[in-house]
C-alpha cells in the first residue's frame, strides 16, 4: 500500500470513528507493522468426496457474485464504507476485471460478510505458482453485527463446497500471523497450515523464506507439500 493512501485510509477512518478510535487503530498498525509479511498459509484438496458437508444456517445464504453487474448497488455500497470509499470501488471493480469472484453471506437481506476467489493465479505475487485449477481465497471480512457466530468458517466452507465439484485443483488461503482471529477461524474449517513464511519482491520477483517449524514447504502438482528452505517465483501475472 503506497504512503497516500495509507494516509487517506487514516484519514478516513478518524472522520468516521473519532481520534480515540483512531490512536487504537494506529496501535494496531505498529503491532502489523512488526510482523511485517509474516503470513501463515494453508491449503486444502478440493475434492468432494474428502470435504465434510457443511450446515446451512435457516437465516443465512450465500451468493456468488461474478460481475459487477451483479453486485447490487446497497451490497457494493456497504461493502466500500468499510475504508475509503473510492479506494474500495477501484479494488472490487479491478478484481473482477482480472475474474475474481465475490461470494457473499447473506441474513435476512442484509450482508453479514464477504470473500473473493480467485483462480489459477492471485492479484499478486505470492509465495509459489499456482496451478489452473487451483485457487486463492483472499480478503475476507465479517462485519461487526455479525462476528462471533461462526459466519467466517461457514462462509469458507461453503465457498469450498461449491468448487468442489468436478475440480482436482487445491484451494490456498493466508492470515497474518498476528491475527489470532483469523487463525482461529481458518481451524475451524478444512485448510490444513502448511507453515509461516515471509516474503518481499525484487524486480518483479518474490522471494518466499518458510519460518516455522513445517516451512520451507512447496506445492507439488499432487497436492503434496515438499521441502524447500527458500524459494523464489515470479508473479502469475507473468
Same mark, same amino acid.
Given at each position: ?8 485510509? /487514516?484519514? +478516513?477512518?478518524?472522520?468516521?470513528h ?11 498498525? @505498529?503491532?502489523?507493522?512488526?510482523f511485517?509479511?509474516r ?6 484438496? *478440493? ?6 458437508q457443511?450446515?446451512?444456517? &435457516?437465516?443465512?445464504?450465500? +451468493?456468488?457474485?461474478?460481475?459487477l ?5 446497497e451490497? /457494493? ?5 468499510i ?7 477501484r479494488?472490487? &471493480? +479491478?478484481? =473482477? ?9 447473506i441474513?435476512?437481506?442484509? /450482508?453479514?460478510?464477504?470473500?473473493? @476467489? ?9 509465495? !509459489?505458482? /499456482?496451478?489452473? #485449477?487451483?485457487?486463492?481465497? =483472499? #480478503?475476507?471480512?465479517v ?23 468436478? &475440480?482436482a485443483?487445491?484451494? !490456498? ?17 478444512? =485448510?490444513?497450515? *502448511? ?16 519460518l516455522?517449524?513445517?516451512a520451507?514447504?512447496?506445492?507439488? &502438482? ?7 528452505v527458500?524459494?523464489? @517465483? ?5
Open positions: 500500500m503506497s504512503i497516500s493512501n495509507a494516509i487517506s485510509r /487514516l484519514t +478516513e477512518y478518524c472522520r468516521r473519532g481520534m480515540a478510535a483512531t490512536i487504537r487503530r494506529a496501535e494496531l498498525g @505498529v503491532k502489523r507493522a512488526l511485517a509479511g503470513m501463515t498459509v494453508f491449503y486444502c484438496a *478440493l475434492d468432494d468426496r474428502r470435504l465434510p457443511v450446515k446451512v444456517p &435457516r437465516a443465512l445464504r450465500v +451468493e456468488r457474485i461474478q460481475s453487474t451483479e453486485l447490487s448497488t451490497h /457494493l455500497h456497504t461493502i466500500n464504507s475504508w475509503n470509499p473510492k479506494l474500495a470501488d479494488s472490487v &471493480r +479491478e478484481r =473482477f476485471e482480472k475474474g475474481a469472484s465475490l461470494w457473499l453471506v441474513s435476512e437481506d442484509r /450482508l453479514a460478510g464477504y470473500g473473493w @476467489v480467485l483462480q489459477g493465479r492471485t492479484m499478486e505475487p505470492y509465495y !509459489f505458482p /499456482l496451478a489452473k #485449477d487451483d485457487v486463492h481465497l =483472499f #480478503d475476507f471480512h462485519f461487526p453485527d455479525y462476528r462471533g457466530r461462526g459466519i467466517n468458517p461457514y462462509l469458507i466452507g461453503r465457498i469450498l463446497d461449491g468448487l468442489a465439484t468436478n &475440480r485443483g487445491r484451494a !490456498f488461503i493466508e492470515a497474518a500471523e498476528w491475527n489470532d482471529a483469523q487463525l482461529s477461524s481458518l481451524r475451524k474449517t478444512p =485448510f490444513c497450515s *502448511l507453515g509461516t513464511v515471509r516474503s518481499f519482491t525484487i524486480l518483479g520477483h518474490t522471494f518466499a523464506s518458510w516455522s517449524s513445517d520451507g514447504v512447496q506445492i507439488d &502438482r499432487s497436492g503434496e507439500p515438499t521441502k524447500q527458500f524459494s523464489t @517465483v515470479r508473479s502469475n501475472e507473468e
